[in-house]
């Protein structure tokens, strides 16, 4: 039987690390980046010089593609600039442009197809781009300090979203900066995903978000859209900690949704603050709904929901309710609540009530509001709270609290969209 020295086997194993290490290749400027990611081996990492590069890349093995000087990888308006096509892809530091205007191809400045499990995309600037990041059937991708304005000078209809996830699991979408798409981040079938720190302007609704599951909204900045956080068909899910502001329409829509925890939140300055439709089984604490239009547009059977520990200040209508009985919100505070605390507990002694049938004539025939302060109208009110059969059904809060509880609310007041 042959015998080999101990020794050989630390030979060998050095030769053989060596042999696999991953090594760094450089592209300057006047050089190509293609070719040197198809030099690459899997692991390896391609560093690109700050210049413009002029070319559409795939990456299709493990590697890292890393900009010094932030180096500009411009589309030429055709097709995506950038395909992830394997997993444990990196991209940082570049600036991404100029990828084609094809909605049906779903041109993007960064494509990730399915398969390509933990790509990261950090610190990189996607601009002019009609998606600006469309990532599908990937797990555990991570977006990260990112800058995304979409193709300003197209119609809102005619460009794509700030970042597409569809049927994605464990994405972290974090600290981005995203404009001037059609929808800031755009959610379909993805589960366990967290959204974290971005801000999100100049869209057509910040998230537009359905059929998905167990995903956590945290701390974002949404503000000056038509919509801010669209949050529809879909259950399990935390929205906390966010500030939604001075947008045309809606603050944040909860439609079809169930068992889901919307709380700390500062919606201000919006047509309607909250637009509450078809939403059961759901948690709504501690936000501060101020100066909207509408405070409160619940509608389409959201019953069964606990909202409580909430301050409604300053809205034009607190509630806008359209349903055949009451619903109880206890332990709320509201500014246009005019009864006593004789106990001093902190709550107020009688029950306060959204609306009224004078809310109701308003609502019908907006020109009714010229007469508002007339003596007909308040022995309407009058009327409405003395004879029950004459009452309408409204949101009733039985332990209304006398003082707010965010003191700060009043730095909130006129962040209306211009």
Wanted: proline letters at 4%; glycine letters at 10%.
């Amino acid at each position: 039987m042959l015998e080999f020295p101990l020794v050989a086997v630390p030979v060998l194993a050095t030769l053989f690390v060596r042999t696999v290490a991953a090594a760094t290749l450089t592209v300057h400027p006047g050089e190509r980046v293609g070719p040197a990611i198809d030099a690459a081996r899997p692991g390896d990492t391609v560093v690109v010089y700050g210049g413009r590069y002029e070319e559409n890349l795939k990456i299709s093995k493990r590697l890292t593609l890393r900009g010094i000087g932030r180096p500009m990888i411009d589309g030429r308006n055709a097709g995506d600039v950038i395909r992830i096509a394997a997993p444990d892809v990196t991209i940082s530091g570049l600036a991404i442009v100029n990828s084609g205007a094809d909605l049906t191809a779903q041109n993007a400045g960064v494509y990730v197809q399915p398969g390509s499990d933990r790509a990261q995309i950090d610190r990189c600037e996607l601009v002019y781009n009609l998606f600006g990041m469309w990532i599908e059937h990937s797990a555990d991708v991570r977006v990260r300090d990112n800058v995304i304005v979409g193709k300003r000078d197209l119609r809102s209809p005619d460009r794509g979203n700030g970042i597409q996830l569809y049927n994605t699991t464990g994405a972290q979408i974090v600290h981005n900066t995203i404009s001037y798409s059609r929808d800031g981040i755009y959610v379909d079938v993805s589960q366990h995903a967290l959204f974290k720190g971005n801000s999100i302007h100049d869209v057509r609704y910040g998230t537009h978000y359905m059929n998905s599951y167990y995903n956590v909204w945290d701390g974002n900045e949404v503000y000056h859209n038509r919509g801010g956080l669209a949050i529809m068909e879909s259950r399990n899910q935390v929205v906390k900690n966010n500030r939604v502001w001075g947008n045309t329409d809606h603050g944040i829509m909860l439609r079809t949704l169930q068992d889901s925890v919307v709380e700390n939140n500062v919606v201000a300055g919006n047509q309607r603050g909250f637009f509450i439709y078809d939403a059961e089984y759901n948690t709504i604490r501690g936000n501060l709904v101020v100066d909207n239009t509408v405070g409160v547009h619940l509608w389409g059977g959201s019953v069964h929901n606990d909202v409580t520990g909430n301050d409604f200040i300053g809205n034009r209508e607190q509630i806008r309710y359209v349903a055949a009985s009451d619903v109880a919100w206890p332990g709320n505070y509201w500014s246009n609540y005019f009864g006593w605390d004789k106990r001093g507990r902190g709550i107020g002694d009688i029950p306060y009530t959204a609306n009224d049938l004078v809310d109701r004539l308003t609502w019908r025939v907006p020109a009714v509001k010229v007469l508002m302060n007339s003596p007909a109208v308040q022995s309407m009110r009058l009327i409405a709270q003395q004879f029950p059969l004459v009452a309408v059904p409204s949101v009733v809060d039985d332990a209304p609290r006398m003082k707010p509880f965010h003191p700060g609310w009043a730095n909130w007041v006129w962040r209306q969209h211009d």
